[in-house]
């Protein structure tokens, strides 16, 4: 179905990668996996012909309906969500279409024949269907209580990836490329969607960071390697791929040792030959010691071709490479706690916004140390909930306490207020008065070169903004945390580092996330589920996933 050969992107003097090849064929899903910055949107956008490649070839079999969900799916416009379906399908263009020949003369031969190609496109489609299916999705995707009336400009911008998504899965695609699809969606429509990847024929290239999706969905990896530019196919899972590269990592450092012991070994012995010929070929003795002279000599030509022989050996050999040591990415986050108060409370606080949305009236507290995670559909109120806690959004009605010792570090509402032109070490050195050495050697620890500490926060990625936020927070010790989506713009040895964080950190963390792996190994002490302008407490995390695998499963028979 699909066939890249040797394909190669690069701008200006950076190499993006070099010389990838690789296949896929029906029903098989891999994920794209490597670094942040390393290539994976541009691979992508090279296979959906969006973007060209400088060498090599992308070859997709004629007839392949190929999808495309890139990273920003804003969708605008005076749409419904049905009319956006029916035109991004092509089921209004065929239904039009077929109107117009059915008023046509159809005894006409060219004109009952296109009738026919028309029709057959429509049947492929299962237009008839069309709008069943999409309710069936918009169920899937917890939607329920979204109409396909609804005008695409009332959507949150969860929503609007959801509908994106539901477009495209309705197009009958045969070759699907996923950008981050898990980023905007909430953990029952993450849910769905690896279900009915799972039950499709369709064949899936994927990029995303949420670890347990790729391990459900995919039978394969590609990884982009960000040193060598080039692309390693590995069959099997994606826990399988770690566990594999972790064993061939050890191997490699193994042999790589072994041969630098034996080169060692080699090299001291050529350079003794030497030594000995040089001076069996040098030493004079007495007139009368002329047969020892040659005896000597004679030995140090031998000694000398056993130097060139044992060289030789070293240079033929099939130098292993050297493992490339990266230092791990290790944060550290210490709290400060000042004595003074810490805690936050809610006394029915009604938030939101008048006329269009209003979650409330809520009360609870949050004390210093606690672990607190909001769960909820996309457009529920978590992020408004959040933005009232940590004052960016003035609450409707009702208070907000927080403790004057408690100095918040949050990440979604720095993440969107970046200088973009500002430098990193300038940024920092602004918001904490440290000096640059100081600076510096705190960002080299959070994992940034030189050339980045010097550059524009607009020249690094989203993951690097996380990380550099992360730094800020290091250097201002704060004693709340506020995490909103945080993997979702995070590589895995980040994700992992901010796991390492948690697991020490000792003040407060509020979080929202949809990601399983990073729910259970933050370890909080309470889920809060909102629905329907309220928040209720959920009893047991794993029990509410498992409620949402068997909603999806039960929907995905009725399609």
């Known amino acids: 179905m699909l066939k890249v050969k040797n394909i190669s992107k690069s701008y200006g003097t950076k190499v993006v990668f070099s010389d990838v090849s690789f296949g896929l064929e029906k029903g098989q899903r891999a994920a794209l996996v490597g670094s942040n910055g390393v290539g994976k949107t541009t691979l992508l956008k090279i296979v959906a012909g969006l973007d060209e490649t400088e060498t090599g070839q992308v070859e997709i079999s004629r007839g392949t309906c190929l999808g495309y969900m890139p990273q920003d799916t804003s969708l605008t416009g005076p749409e419904t969500i049905w009319q956006y379906l029916q035109r991004v399908t092509g089921i209004a263009s065929l239904e039009k279409e077929l109107g ?83 980023n905007n969606l909430d953990l029952p429509a993450l849910i769905w969607l690896e279900d009915y990847l799972l039950k499709s024929e369709a064949a899936c290239i994927i990029v995303s960071h949420d670890r347990r999706f790729l391990d459900r969905v995919a039978d394969r990896v590609f990884e982009l390697n960000r040193q060598t530019h080039s692309l390693n196919v590995s069959n099997g899972s994606y826990s399988e791929y770690l566990a594999r590269k972790l064993k061939d990592r050890v191997q490699q450092k193994e042999q790589y040792r072994q041969q630098q012991e034996e080169i060692g070994r080699l090299t001291e012995q050529a350079r003794e030959k030497k030594a000995s010929a040089l001076r069996g070929s040098s030493w004079q003795g007495s007139d009368s010691d002329k047969y020892l002279r040659g005896f000597k000599r004679d030995r140090a030509s031998k000694s000398g071709k056993v130097a060139k022989v044992l060289e030789k050996r070293i240079d033929q050999m099939d130098k292993i490479d050297r493992p490339i040591e990266r230092e791990p990415l290790s944060i550290s986050l210490e709290a400060e706690s000042n004595g003074r108060p810490l805690d ?43 933005k009232t806690i940590t004052g960016q959004l003035p609450a409707i009605s009702g208070q907000v306490s927080l403790g004057y010792g408690l100095k918040i570090g949050n990440m979604m509402q720095e993440h969107e207020t970046l200088p973009r032109e500002e430098t990193l070490l300038n940024f920092i050195k602004d918001q904490t008065g440290q000096p640059d050495q100081d600076v510096f050697s705190t960002l080299v620890k959070f994992g940034f070169g030189e050339k980045d500490i010097r550059g524009k926060i607009s020249e690094i990625s989203p993951g690097g903004r996380a990380r ?43 979080l929202v996330s949809h990601d399983r792996d990073f729910l259970e ?39």
């Open 521 to 559: 190994k933050a370890k909080i002490d309470s889920a809060y589920l909102i629905t329907d302008g309220q928040l209720t407490k959920v009893d047991d995390f794993h029990e509410y996933v498992t409620m949402a695998e068997q909603k999806a499963r039960k929907l995905l028979r009725t399609i």
């Open 468 to 510: 550099l936020l992360l730094s800020l927070f290091s250097l201002l010790s704060v004693n709340a945390l506020v995490l909103d989506e945080p993997t979702n713009h995070l590589d895995a040895e980040a994700v992992d580092a901010l796991e390492e964080v948690l697991a020490s950190y000792k003040g407060t963390v509020i």
């Open 344 to 386: 936050i409370s809610l006394d029915n606080v009604v938030t939101g916004y008048p006329g269009q949305f209003e979650l409330g009236p809520i009360s609870f507290a949050i004390g210093y140390g606690n672990r607190i995670g909001f769960l909820g559909l996309n457009g529920s109120g978590k992020s408004t909930l959040l």
């Open 100 to 182: 117009e020949l059915e008023a046509a003369d159809l005894s006409d031969k060219t004109m009952s024949d296109r009738y026919a190609s028309v029709r057959e496109r429509y049947d492929h489609l299962d237009g008839y269907t069309l709008k069943h299916r999409a309710e069936v999705m918009m169920s899937g995707f917890s939607m329920d209580d979204v109409g396909l009336d609804r005008p695409l400009s009332d959507l949150s911008s969860g929503q609007k990836s959801k509908v994106a998504l539901i477009g495209i899965l309705l197009a009958g695609i045969d070759l699907l490329l996923l950008d981050e699809p898990t």
